[in-house]
């Protein structure tokens, strides 16, 4: 009968575990907080379904080990070597002043300095599952505040490593010394070489040979077994499971089998997870929470608070807006998953009792509940939090950098942000003489760039004093490269303001951002998701030998009739407004003569642009001189730059005389 109730209760984890992912599908809440809340309803304190408690703490250890051998294999050095140095200093001061402030709050409360230590590092963990999910759902992953996020997130995550190498120096509290500190972890990581230098001969030639049989049984039987072999050897030399899961993940995606070993293990990771975090919910004792709820209202306001200032005051004092930290600040106020890893071993190894361990996973649950509420309402708060009386330089983050010289350039273009898009409009823009001034949040970016002779300036242009430094007031475009869909309605709404003849060009990931940048005052909103579907049209009908022109053609219909399907006109912003309503179908496109075209050397009359092609020509550039309302027997040149009007087809139709 035990085996029964054991299978029972796996059953119902399932059971509800499906219920949950549905609903918090539809809610947009990441699902390991319904898992946890499942785990809460589920367990011995609650409905009591779930009874087999000795069972529940083994799926709990299980979930340990799994996740630690999934963050070995994920993780990749290359990601270490592309963050840059500011990034890395984040990441590393958010950890220090929150594990310090928590500790030394611990202290004066009474606490060891070992368990004081203990619970700051407990407090410092982050969740990195809920806070990427919805930073991926939000687009904010490119962002400045998604790439801060991500790197602090990934910092957090390999120093449980670190953690559960000093746990036990943490336990023996008698002899707690910075010496055997360093000695313990020296024995650790030699241990570690050793593992990893042995497996590197004896994993690879296992693996070969499993390979070559060409089973995928045994090679996902190969993979679990070393995972929990490393874990068990390893706990047979007094270190934790968990560190022997990382070190064989770790061993795993160094080889050359570790992606194949990856996508078999995939499929498996979120089962893993499921079990790991109902049962942590299990362990939760609700009559705790019901005798002493000041106690863990008390401790989500002091986590929440501790987290948010700590986390957005780091990235102000490396020179990030306060915009931007206070954005890190909401994204990193929670616990984190991994944080239950290390209570765990905290109350098995005495570091916290069991009333600390009920306290704090009451806390943990309910700051992951309130993550993606907060992250949502993060550029709200954001606001507010400007607002406050705080020094100039600090808010738009200057601290450290150089003082921004007012520009007077003129007739200029302003690209906003230097990604991917912002680095070819640049290089496009160098290349046809246009002037232009990039503005960038990346300190780093910055400097760099500006050694190559970029022009780039550190800032926010959210700020309307920084757009007036670069003389917005005089410019003639400003293009928004950037993925913060937030700050780009700002962008969009401030430029408008204070230059209402700009033209405005704003990047936009998903297709329901157009109508509310064009209700703001873009003139041209550039979705990536419908862009992205063109370029997968033009390349198929490539494969397929259709004419180029032909495909120019298709290409022409889509976007004409895409883009009207995606946005209402009368909310679209326009320079003309009587233009277009009058001739709605109307363009005005130039194009350059190129040498050896066919109509260089003929006029006007000769080439029969209106005649012909149903296209009136409106003026003809020739070097510095404009020639306006050309008459007919003017001859054109190569080098000539046409404006010319016309509907879409037409235009089309005469471009391929000026090639």
């Not at 550039?621 to 027997?633: L, W, Y």
Request: net charge neutral.
């Amino acid at each position: 009968m035990a085996e029964t109730g054991f299978l029972r209760d796996f059953v119902i984890i399932f059971g509800v575990a499906i219920g949950i992912t549905f609903l918090f599908y539809h809610l947009r809440i990441a699902p390991i907080v319904g898992y946890l809340i499942a785990g809460v309803l589920l367990g011995p304190s609650v409905l009591g379904v779930a009874k087999d408690v000795a069972s529940i703490e083994i799926l709990a250890e299980i979930g340990v080990i799994l996740l630690l051998f999934l963050i070995g294999v994920e993780f990749s050095l290359n990601e270490l070597i592309a963050m840059n140095r500011k990034m890395f200093q984040v990441g590393f001061l958010q950890i220090i002043l929150t594990t310090a402030i928590v500790a030394l709050i611990a202290i004066g409360f009474g606490g060891s300095i070992p368990q004081s230590l203990f619970i700051g590092l407990l407090v410092t963990m982050s969740s990195t599952v809920i806070v990427m999910k919805v930073l991926s759902d939000r687009g904010e992953m490119d962002s400045p505040q998604g790439r801060l996020t991500s790197v602090i997130l990934i910092l957090q995550d390999l120093s449980v490593v670190v953690i559960v190498l000093l746990m036990p120096v943490l336990v023996g509290t008698s002899s707690f010394s910075v010496p055997e500190i360093l000695l313990n972890v020296f024995m650790v990581f030699a241990f570690m070489v050793l593992v990893i230098i042995a497996s590197r001969s004896i994993v690879p030639f296992v693996l070969n040979r499993v390979v070559q049989t060409h089973s995928r049984e045994l090679f996902l039987i190969s993979i679990v077994l070393i995972c929990f072999g490393t874990a068990y050897v390893t706990s047979l030399v007094g270190l934790s499971l968990a560190l022997g899961a990382f070190i064989a993940g770790l061993i795993i995606s160094e080889s050359e089998y570790g992606h194949q070993a990856f996508s078999e293990i995939l499929p498996l990771k979120d089962i893993f997870s499921i079990l790991f975090f109902v049962s942590i919910g299990m362990l939760l004792d609700i009559s705790i929470v019901l005798r002493d709820p000041w106690m863990i209202l008390a401790a989500v306001a002091a986590i929440l608070a501790i987290k948010f200032t700590a986390g957005m005051f780091v990235p102000v004092i490396v020179g990030y807006p306060l915009r931007i930290g206070a954005l890190v600040g909401i994204s990193l106020a929670q616990i984190g998953e991994f944080s239950f890893v290390l209570s765990k071993e905290g109350l098995i190894n005495g570091l916290i009792s069991s009333y600390q361990y009920q306290v704090f996973l009451a806390s943990a649950i309910i700051t992951m509940v309130l993550t993606p509420f907060m992250i949502k309402g993060s550029g709200k708060i954001s606001e507010y939090i400007e607002l406050l009386p705080l020094p100039h330089n600090i808010k738009l983050g200057r601290s450290n950098e150089e003082k921004t010289e007012r520009t007077n350039i003129t007739n200029h273009v302003i690209v906003v942000g230097f990604g991917l898009n912002g680095k070819n409009v640049s290089k496009v823009l160098i290349k046809s003489n246009i002037p232009f001034i990039v503005l960038e949040l990346n300190p780093e970016t910055v400097r760099v760039e500006k050694k190559r002779g970029i022009s780039i300036i550190y800032g926010d242009a959210t700020k309307e004093s920084v757009l007036a430094h670069i003389n917005i007031k005089t410019a003639r475009s400003v293009v928004i490269a950037i993925s913060d869909a937030s700050a780009t309605r700002r962008i969009v709404q401030l430029a408008r303001r204070l230059n209402p003849s700009v033209y405005i060009i704003a990047r936009t990931r998903y297709t329901n951002e157009i109508n509310p940048l064009y209700s703001l005052g873009a003139n041209d909103v550039i979705p990536e998701e419908f862009e992205t579907s063109i370029e997968i049209i033009s390349r198929v009908l490539h494969h397929y030998f259709i004419p180029a022109n032909e495909i120019e053609r298709h290409i022409g219909d889509v976007r004409k009739d895409g883009y009207d399907m995606l946005r209402n006109r009368q909310e679209k912003y326009d320079v003309f407004p009587d233009l277009k309503r009058h001739l709605p179908d109307i363009e005005i496109e130039t194009f350059r003569i190129m040498d050896g075209s066919q109509i260089a050397g003929n006029t006007l009359v000769e080439v029969g642009f209106r005649r012909k092609y149903g296209v009136t020509v409106l003026a003809v550039q020739r070097g510095k001189e404009t020639i306006t309302n050309p008459s007919g027997d003017i001859k054109l040149m190569a080098k000539d730059i046409l404006i010319l009007m016309g509907n879409r087809e037409s235009i089309a139709g005469v471009s391929s005389l000026l090639i």
